[in-house]
């Protein structure tokens, strides 16, 4: 079965420090690949995708992200963190004509 | 304004009640979902549609129904058989399954 699995559920973390989030997929064949992020009472939102090409993406707010087929990984990461970037973040893949699967999500606390 | 609405933002039905979510899209988009975000859960899929006059379970379908008797609407209908129905439950939708989704802002359903 088709599954997205997150490697923490909390990070708290200071300003300034840098971020990095792990994201592994169990898929067969094409996947695509996505970090959505939910800021506190907001729309769940886009923050980057991967479909295919060079496999470092880049998104909004600083974040990019980094496709390594060998070890079925998409991994978020920013260089340095801001309180604003305090929200939940999901990761999510898609393959086919199939739903996207999600992850469970990993709550970032970033203190000022 | 292009985007998903979901109605009402807050809901509140006795228990035992069944209760209509609404959700619409103007984005001409084919494939319409409902999910259920639950505290530590992620996203978890109910019901999808890849197109008008059809839809299929997701993970948890039970004690739900649907209907995709238009592209811009997938109505949800949480059921007297649905054994915890207190949740956060979020709309989206997509071109085609496995690319990009938008989400709506979501509702948040409490049964007394």
């Known amino acids: 079965a088709q599954s997205v699995s997150q490697h923490n559920h909390h990070v708290i973390l200071s300003e300034a420090a840098s971020l990095e989030l792990g994201c592994n997929y169990s898929?067969?064949?094409?996947?695509?690949l996505f970090w959505y992020v939910q800021y506190p009472g907001q729309h769940l939102q886009l923050l980057l995708k991967y479909f295919s090409g060079d496999p470092l993406v880049k998104g909004i707010k600083g974040f990019e992200a980094e496709f390594i087929k060998s070890k079925f990984s998409f991994n978020l990461r920013k260089p340095s963190v801001q309180w604003s970037d305090t929200a939940e973040y999901f990761c999510a893949a898609g393959s086919g004509y199939s739903t996207l699967t999600f992850g469970k999500g990993t709550m970032l606390l970033v203190s000022p | 304004d292009g985007g998903i609405t979901q109605s009402p933002k807050y809901l509140f039905r006795k228990e035992g009640q069944n209760v209509t979510l609404s959700c619409e899209q103007n984005?001409?988009?084919?494939?319409m979902y409902w999910y259920r975000q639950d505290p530590g859960q992620g996203l978890r899929l109910i019901y999808y549609s890849q197109i008008v006059n059809d839809f299929q379970k997701g993970d948890i379908a039970e004690g739900y129904s649907v209907s995709r008797e238009k592209k811009e609407s997938f109505p949800l209908t949480v059921t007297s058989a649905q054994k915890n129905p207190t949740a956060f439950y979020l709309c989206a939708s997509s071109i085609s399954g496995d690319n990009e989704q938008f989400f709506g802002p979501g509702t948040r359903l409490t049964v007394l």
């Open positions: 898929y067969g064949g094409t996947v695509n």
């Open positions: 984005l001409n988009h084919d494939a």
